[in-house]
């Protein structure tokens, strides 16, 4: 019989226990259950209400059991529901009284809040370790690559030429912003809900700092109610691995366009492409597909979270035994996508000749021949509708600006002169973007720096959780 099964004198129908066992997925969490259990007897020993010996057995056959899972040797029984039952009614077969003593003054309800708080934090710590990871990748490139000049897209159009490290740069700030998003996700888990039991509270004199510092906790959750039903730490969880999961995906599509033989900006490493069963030269960019693809299912996560808590009453409900999977499916997706994201940046071979020779095309001094005339006087919109024209010249011609003679700008202005040569120039055209932030090389190398710095106080933040 269940150990909630005194009130009843039937068992549960045929197929429903199965379908309502959560014990498949939370079984992931036994770690964080035995720690809340063992912090719980401690604290009722502390209160005098538990004795010294029933939490010394209590807290030994907490830690074999953990013991017997982690060497494989542990069998779950489906019939056990959840985590929880499954470790109590263990600890029970095999030290007996002190097993059933554990549970007093607590609920599944907190004991499920504080275990999937445990979890959160140490899942968004390694997903905040998984970023930390990539971006040093994305720096290494950049610094090795720190001259390398290729166009600037909007609209997937040659816009304005750019260092490629300047490019790859704007990714270590994306997953730096990932970095401190999921550091407020754990802050918002890192309050504790045991103690709360049910919902009301218990009437049993319970030390809650106590059990939540033990745990690694900076607070409790001060409302019962609220310490039961709220999932708003892992919303916030699920949000952060949506943002990050959106953040690689914009890599992705950027290295399986590059990696294309109309681009062909990057060449990958053999060990993160694959080959096709029929087409004998094919090398294709199946992982960076792949993590743009898993995109979906972690934005399904964290919608699916959404829709299962919108129209909850106060307090617990068996709803929000739906909240873990995506949890853990996020966390795994995550980490393992910024991690083979990683090692792709890692050993890719960027093709700076090639990158450079695409600059030759699209007309990208065309805004800086614009600018070489304001600097001179005219005023930026009739410079800008100049330059439109000769770039329309260039079109009919088949040509571009710096295949333009002398005699073709002076025809469009008098302001020109012969040191437009000077503007049409790519690597000038780079070097003169030098306010802060932009990407002439001066400015992209103070921004390596930054980046650099920000890495050693996110890794000092890591360290201190």
């Known amino acids: 019989m269940a150990l909630w099964g005194g009130r009843f004198e039937a068992g549960v129908a045929e197929g429903t226990q199965e379908f309502g066992a959560s014990l498949p997925v939370d079984r992931h969490l036994y770690r964080e259950d035995i720690a809340g259990s063992k912090a719980h007897a401690s604290m009722l020993a502390a209160q005098g209400i538990l004795s010294e010996e029933d939490r010394d057995e209590i807290c030994d056959g907490l830690d074999a059991i953990q013991a017997d899972i982690e060497a494989g040797e542990f069998t779950f029984d489906i019939r056990d529901e959840d985590i929880h039952m499954a470790i109590e009614s263990e600890l029970t077969r095999r030290i007996g009284e002190a097993g059933k003593r554990l549970h007093t003054g607590r609920s599944r309800n907190d004991q499920v809040a504080t275990d999937t708080r445990l979890a959160a934090k140490r899942l968004s710590r390694e997903m905040m370790e998984a970023t930390l990871e990539l971006r040093r990748a994305l720096v290494s490139a950049a610094e090795a690559h720190a001259t390398a000049i290729l166009p600037g897209y909007?609209?997937?159009?040659?816009?304005?030429?750019?260092?490629?490290?300047?490019?790859?740069?704007?990714?270590?700030?994306?997953f730096h912003r990932d970095f401190h998003r999921l550091h407020e996700a754990?802050?918002?888990?890192?309050?504790?809900?045991?103690?709360?039991?049910?919902?009301?509270?218990?009437?049993?004199?319970?030390?809650?700092?106590?059990?939540?510092?033990?745990?690694?906790?900076?607070?409790?959750?001060?409302?019962?109610?609220?310490?039961?039903?709220?999932?708003d730490f892992l919303l916030d969880l699920?949000?952060?691995?949506?943002?990050?999961?959106?953040?690689?995906?914009?890599?992705?599509?950027?290295?399986?366009?590059?990696?294309?033989?109309?681009?062909?900006?990057?060449?990958?490493?053999?060990?993160?492409?694959?080959?096709?069963?029929?087409?004998?030269?094919?090398?294709?960019?199946?992982?960076?597909?792949?993590?743009?693809?898993?995109?979906?299912?972690?934005?399904?996560?964290?919608?699916?979270?959404?829709?299962?808590m919108k129209g909850l009453p106060l307090a617990y409900n068996k709803d929000l035994q739906?909240?873990?999977?995506?949890?853990?499916?996020?966390?795994?997706?995550?980490i393992k996508s910024l991690g083979v994201m990683a090692g792709m940046v890692g050993t890719a071979t960027f093709n700076e000749d090639v990158m450079l020779k695409a600059c030759e095309t699209g007309h990208l001094a065309a805004t800086d021949v614009a600018d070489y005339l304001a600097k001179r006087g005219m005023p930026f919109r009739e410079a800008h509708a100049v330059v439109g024209h000769l770039v329309?010249?260039?079109?009919?011609?088949?040509?571009?600006?710096?295949?333009?003679?002398?005699?073709?700008?002076?025809?469009?202005?008098d302001l020109f002169s012969d040191d437009i040569v000077g503007a049409l120039d790519i690597p000038s055209i780079v070097a003169a973007r030098v306010t802060e932030g932009g990407t002439a090389p001066h400015a992209v190398e103070q921004q390596a720096k930054l980046v650099r710095h920000s890495l050693i106080t996110e890794e000092a933040v890591l360290a201190g959780l």
């Open 154 to 174: 909007t609209h997937l159009q040659h816009a304005q030429p750019v260092l490629l490290s300047h490019h790859l740069l704007a990714y270590a700030w994306m």
């Open 238 to 308: 699920q949000y952060a691995g949506s943002v990050t999961a959106m953040h690689l995906s914009r890599l992705a599509e950027e290295i399986v366009l590059w990696s294309s033989s109309e681009f062909g900006f990057v060449t990958l490493s053999d060990a993160f492409s694959t080959g096709s069963s029929i087409m004998p030269q094919k090398k294709n960019p199946d992982f960076a597909e792949l993590i743009r693809g898993k995109t979906g299912r972690v934005y399904g996560n964290l919608v699916q979270l959404l829709v299962t």
């Open 186 to 231: 754990y802050r918002a888990a890192d309050v504790s809900p045991l103690g709360a039991a049910a919902l009301a509270g218990t009437s049993y004199p319970l030390d809650r700092r106590m059990a939540s510092l033990s745990l690694g906790f900076s607070d409790v959750v001060p409302n019962s109610l609220d310490a039961v039903s709220d999932r």
């Open 392 to 413: 329309l010249t260039c079109e009919k011609r088949g040509c571009g600006l710096a295949d333009l003679t002398i005699d073709d700008f002076k025809a469009a202005s």
């Open 322 to 334: 739906e909240d873990k999977e995506g949890m853990l499916d996020t966390a795994d997706t995550i």
